[in-house]
Nanobody, 123 residues
Framework: QVQLVESGGGLVQAGDSLRLSCAAS????????MGWFRQAPGKERDFVAA????????YYADSLRGRVTISRDNAKITVYLQMSDLKPDDTAVYYC????????????????WGQGTQVTVSS
């Protein structure tokens, strides 16, 4: 079973950049596609980005394309989410997830989830 731990969240100002990290517990991580999701207060959990097991393919939510970049380092068993030009609407808890299928934005397609890291963007 893969355990995921997110980090890198915090309080930032609008226009800032931030990089989130998600560390996995074991090397089987490299078998999985990885995704980032976010959940704002009172809202559903939404897809942000996904990356294939070898990092060769990426997939982004249309609304965030161009402002976020997902990457992974299988040697460090870590996946990253680089975010730029942050806006107050980006305030949310950000979750990483692991699953067998690449390119899906469906929560049910991901088998393992982290506990999330809070990102707060002030105006």
């Amino acid at each position: 079973q893969v355990q995921l731990v997110e980090s890198g969240g915090g309080l930032v100002q609008a226009g800032d950049s931030l990089r989130l990290s998600c560390a996995a517990s074991e090397s089987t991580f490299k078998r999985y596609s990885m995704g980032w999701f976010r959940q704002a207060p009172g809202k559903e959990r939404d897809f942000v980005a996904a990356i294939s097991w070898n990092g060769g393919s990426t997939y982004y939510a249309d609304s965030l394309r161009g402002r976020v970049t997902i990457s992974r380092d299988n040697a460090k068993i870590t996946v990253y989410l680089q975010m730029s030009d942050l806006k107050p609407d980006d305030t949310a808890v950000y979750y990483c997830a692991a699953g067998p299928i690449f390119g899906t934005d469906l929560l049910d397609e991901y088998d393992y989830w982290g506990q999330g890291t809070q990102v707060t963007v002030s105006s």
